[in-house]
């Protein structure tokens, strides 16, 4: 069964310090989102992404963040400076239909987590 | 806004008797509504969701859930718990027509014991 995958596992980072989250999508799906939970609170929609520009973001996605489709299969999340309250745990989510409705449910991958010292 | 609650941080159940899982929601409009499942170090999975019609949903692995407009409830069922249910459940909304990103609950963490 086609899953959705993220490297690494874990990251850890030092405060400042830009960090890259990659995602692989489900390979024919067009739609992609990041979300994050950190420890112990909601997981909170954080970006979409569709047709190589952003199409949702939430109050989180400021210019820190920012994602990319680099090639065909890849889908990034960049934090640029990376600060201490950004450690969370980052899902990837993909869908497929070519027009996305509220009515699909998402793929999520396994996530990443994220420790910012 | 839209928001989710989910009021347990854990249900406990034994093998065998009946689960609920309570979530309710708030929405402007009509809500779609997802359940997702997360096992230690994998993704969330997902279980079922109601779009429309039938207020009982059922889903994967036997859970089924009810949508209850009046109460804005969407709580998760199953008649008879395993203990390899045990897991992290979310529950999630959307709102009609308010794009395609997911408003999660809290989680909710489920323990059946043998």
């Not at chain 1, 680099?70 to 309250?85: A, M, Q, V």
Request: glycine share 8%.
């Amino acid at each position: 069964e086609p899953e959705v995958t993220q490297t690494p596992s874990h990251q850890v980072t030092q405060m400042g310090q830009e960090v890259i989250l990659r995602c692989v999508p489900i390979s024919n799906h067009l739609y992609f989102y990041w979300y994050r939970q950190i420890l112990g609170q909601k997981v909170e929609f954080l970006v979409s992404f569709y047709n190589n520009e952003i199409s949702e973001k939430s109050e989180i996605f400021d210019d820190q963040f920012s994602v990319e489709r680099p090639d065909g299969s890849n889908f990034t999340l960049k934090i640029r400076s990376t600060k201490l309250e950004d450690s969370a745990m980052y899902f990837c989510a993909s869908t497929g239909r070519v027009v996305a409705s509220g009515r699909d449910e998402q793929f999520f991958g396994p996530g990443t987590r994220l420790t910012v010292l | 806004a839209q928001s989710v609650a989910q009021p347990e941080d854990q249900v406990n159940v034994a093998e065998g008797n009946p689960l609920t899982v309570k979530c309710t929601y708030s929405v402007s409009g009509n809500p779609y509504l997802f359940w997702y499942v997360q096992y230690p170090n994998r993704g969330l999975q997902f279980l079922l969701k109601y779009i429309t019609g039938d207020n009982l949903v059922k889903g994967s692995y036997g859970f089924e859930a009810e949508f209850n407009k009046s109460q804005t409830s969407f709580h998760l069922k199953k008649p008879s718990a395993l203990v390899s249910d045990s897991a992290l459940y979310f529950c999630a909304v959307r709102d009609r027509g308010a794009g395609t990103a997911l408003i999660f609950g809290k989680g909710t963490t489920l323990s059946v014991s043998s």
